[in-house]
């Protein structure tokens, strides 16, 4: 039920990148302009185990639950855990695929995905593939205000795959980074349009990717770099400059790329309700 402010959780969960289950909540949502919906997004759900993920989502913020899966499995274990829950879970294509293998007189091919084609969110999602490559790590500062999104963080936060999935998602992703001693571009201070978004690690999990990573490059495994004193004062560094600059942070030790990115894509649809939503 939507609380006081007219506000109410829904949870998608697809098995693919959530473009289908997106579509559909989204095109159901704008028929009830009164209410908000605050919508939790669960993509690549493809094994029980994720969907015991998905389940702790749902028991922390319980709402109606939209699902586009195919595997009985997965399936049957979201179901079931729903009801457990004693929330609505609704597989929103059930109703079209069982019109179609009516008439057509065949079943389903229970692959995920296969329903892409090219369309114009395909065409959108190329354009910010090419941008965030062009904005690695960096590069084309001058360019930084036709961003969705640009990434902050010290070495090893996971700038780089986070906004190749945000691409991959349609949003034009750029990330720099912030190395110890030297000032941020001044770029970043006159950005209007992006929303800037800090990332962190915790301190001795940065040391030891930092360590492997020097390790695979054969490079001095006692480097400044890697150690834990200084990288903790990297990190401490890095999140004061955030504050100071009123930029949303978080913390990627314990997230996945996924995670992180949906919560980035929260923070972009916070300040743009009205993006268009290239999401699977």
Request: glycine share 8%; charged share 25%; hydrophobic share 40%.
């Amino acid at each position: 039920m939507p609380d006081r402010n007219g506000a109410f959780h829904i949870h998608l969960v697809s098995d693919s990148t959530g473009e289908t289950v997106a579509t559909v909540a989204r095109a159901c949502l704008v028929q009830f302009s009164d209410v908000r919906a605050i919508q939790h997004l669960w993509y690549l759900v493809r094994t029980p185990g994720q969907v015991e993920r998905v389940l702790a989502g749902v028991g922390n913020d319980p709402g109606l639950v939209l699902f586009t899966v195919v595997d009985p499995d997965v399936r049957r274990a979201l179901e079931t855990g729903c009801y457990a829950l004693g929330v609505p879970c609704v597989p929103v294509l059930d109703p079209v695929m069982s019109g179609l293998g009516n008439l057509l007189g065949r079943g389903i091919t229970g692959r995920p995905g296969v329903q892409h084609v090219l369309d114009a969110a395909y065409y959108r999602r190329m354009d910010a593939i090419e941008f965030t490559i062009s904005h690695d790590d960096g590069q084309m500062l001058h360019d930084l205000e036709a961003a969705d999104v640009v990434l902050v963080g010290v070495s090893r936060t996971s700038k780089t795959p986070t906004c190749a999935y945000l691409a991959n998602r349609g949003l034009k992703a750029a990330n720099v980074p912030l190395v110890h001693g030297i000032p941020l571009p001044e770029e970043l201070d006159t950005l209007t349009n992006p929303v800037i978004v800090g990332l962190t690690r915790e301190p001795k999990s940065l040391s030891e990717i930092r360590l492997n990573r020097l390790k695979q490059m054969n490079d001095d495994a006692d480097s400044h770099y890697a150690r834990v004193d200084a990288v903790a004062e990297e990190v401490a560094e890095a999140r004061r400059i955030f504050a100071r600059r009123g930029w949303p942070v978080i913390d990627v030790t314990r997230r996945s790329i996924e995670e992180a990115a949906a919560t980035i894509i929260e923070f972009y649809r916070t300040k743009y309700p009205d993006c268009p939503n290239d999401e699977d």
